[in-house]
T-cell receptor, first 110, second 110 residues
């Protein structure tokens, strides 16, 4: 059975801390891995990763994929209260079908 | 511009009542469309996807059905709601960067 597993499920840190969110996967067909941020309603796109070892960055967020070990990490440096959200990892199996992990609920305390 | 609309935003329905959630896309043609459900504190589960008018694929057996009467319209329905149908329903449109999500419908079955 195809699955995507995220850890931790919940994380509470102080503003300014650096966090690392994990995503491991076991799927029959892998096209890409995506990260989304979900604050209140619709998830918003963060990154799409297709190649191993190439870091993608956007401001304080970065992500990297390891296709040999079948995992990805999402790093957030110098966290802010606005980073509080559920972070979702998903694997695209082709035909644009995404398999999602359970999400990591990140809470940043001031 | 390309946008996706989903309504209603919230819905409280009694057990046994019917359901109809609507999703429409603007600014594109022949989009791949998806319905996901998110239970509280959990990841997204794919319910249905559609690659064209009248073409519906169901991912999990359930009390719900989907229809695509027009190219840019995707409808999620039920004849008789169950308590277990409660959740957050998201419509999504497949793009080159994964999905663009609608704003979601929070359904509470009482």
């Amino acid at each position: 059975e195809d699955k995507v597993v995220q850890s931790p499920l919940s994380l509470v840190v102080h503003e300014g801390d650096t966090v690392t969110l994990n995503c491991s996967y076991e799927v029959t067909n892998f096209r890409s891995l995506l990260w989304y941020k979900q604050e209140k309603k619709a998830p918003t796109f963060l990154f799409m990763l297709t190649s191993s070892g190439i870091e993608k960055k956007s401001g304080r967020l970065s992500s990297i994929l390891d296709k040999k070990e079948l995992f990805s990490i999402l790093n957030i440096t110098a966290t802010q209260t606005g980073d509080s959200a559920i972070y979702l990892c998903a694997v695209n199996q082709g035909a644009q079908k995404l398999v999602f992990g359970q999400g990591t609920r990140l809470t940043i305390n001031p | 511009s390309q946008t996706i609309h989903q309504w209603p935003a919230t819905l409280v329905q009694p057990v046994g009542s019917p359901l109809s959630l609507e999703c429409t896309v603007e600014g594109t043609s022949n989009p791949n469309l998806y319905w996901y459900r998110q239970a509280a504190g959990r990841g997204l589960q794919l319910l249905f996807y559609s690659v064209g008018i009248g073409q519906i694929s169901s991912e999990v057996p359930q009390n719900l059905s989907a229809s695509r009467p027009q190219d840019r319209q995707f409808i999620l329905s039920s004849k008789k709601l169950l308590l277990s149908d409660s959740g957050f329903y998201l419509c999504a449109w497949g793009t080159g960067y994964g999905y663009t999500f609608g704003s979601g419908t929070r359904l509470t079955v009482v």
